[in-house]
Every structure is written in C-alpha cells, then in structure tokens.
C-alpha cells in the first residue's frame, strides 16, 4: 500500500506541476498580449538618425569609434517622457526588432538609455552591418519608427 500511495502521490505532483507550468505559460502570453498592444510614441515628420562616423564601407580597427546623429527629434534619457524625443539604440549584425515591443538588451541590441550619442565598441574582424534605432521612454520604437540607414564597415 506505501508504494501505491507513493506512486499515486508523485502522478497528482506531476500532474499538479503540468498545469502550473501551463498556467505559467498562459500567464506569459497574457503579457506577451498586453505589451503587443502598448501604445507607441509618434515620430514627427522628417525625423531620422543617423551615423555621423564611420561611413559606410570604411575600414576600422577596434576600438571603433561611432557618432551618432539626430534630425527632427531630440535625444534624452531613458525614462524622460517628452514629445519627439527618445534615446539611441545600437543594432549589430541584426534586423529590426518588433515594432511593438521594448529593444532587446543583448550583444545585437545594445541600449545608450544614458542619452549618450558616441560610443566606442570592439567587433571581431571583418564585415559588420550597424543600424540605429531610436526607442522612446520605455525603449519602443517609435510609430513610425526612426531608424538610420544601414552601414557596412569592415573590422580589420
């Protein structure tokens, strides 16, 4: 009878883990829903960023030095709510993320939420593709999205 209770026991824990864990995931797509549907911040007109160093097709050697430039908006921190305004986003070697969720964090994405508009980065030798993304206050691109040109320069 104890081995039966155990068995009977450890199936209704598994069983009970199964639906946590669907529970779990149901919650997750509940919150993946609500943040597909955040509103967005407008972009004026006209506005654009853009790479004021290097230019595309230059050879650079690490560390590599980028300018960052801003047309028709203003650069603030991460956080500062105002018109037109958001903070510079850094994508290496990747596409344009979901329009209607924040920036990743992560090696491709990498956030000046400081309102900072120079930088210098290490990449590994040879060809890298760079945008960049301007995210308003809660770091989502803005509606319709502000986002440079690529530019293709090569790592020695």
């Not at 039966?4 to 026991?9: C, K, L, N, Q, T």
């Not at 030798?125 to 040109?149: C, F, K, M, Q």
């Amino acid at each position: 009878m104890g081995i039966r209770f155990f068995a009977a026991a450890s199936i209704a824990l598994l069983i009970s883990a199964c639906g946590q864990n669907q529970a779990a995931r149901r919650a997750d797509d509940a919150v993946m829903s609500t943040a597909d549907t955040l509103p967005r911040s407008t972009s004026p007109d006209g506005a654009r960023v853009f790479f004021i160093t290097p230019a595309t097709g230059d050879t650079v050697s690490n560390p590599i030095s980028i300018e960052f430039g801003i047309e028709g908006m203003i650069v603030v921190k991460a956080g500062d709510q105002q018109p037109h305004s958001g903070h510079h986003h850094l994508l290496i070697d990747t596409d344009l993320p979901d329009p209607g969720l924040p920036v990743p964090a992560d090696e491709h994405h990498v956030h000046f939420g400081d309102g900072s508009s120079a930088t210098e980065i290490t990449l590994s030798a040879g060809e890298h593709t760079l945008l960049l993304l301007l995210g308003d206050y809660r770091h989502i691109p803005h509606d319709p999205p502000v986002v440079s040109n690529p530019l293709t320069i090569i790592v020695e």
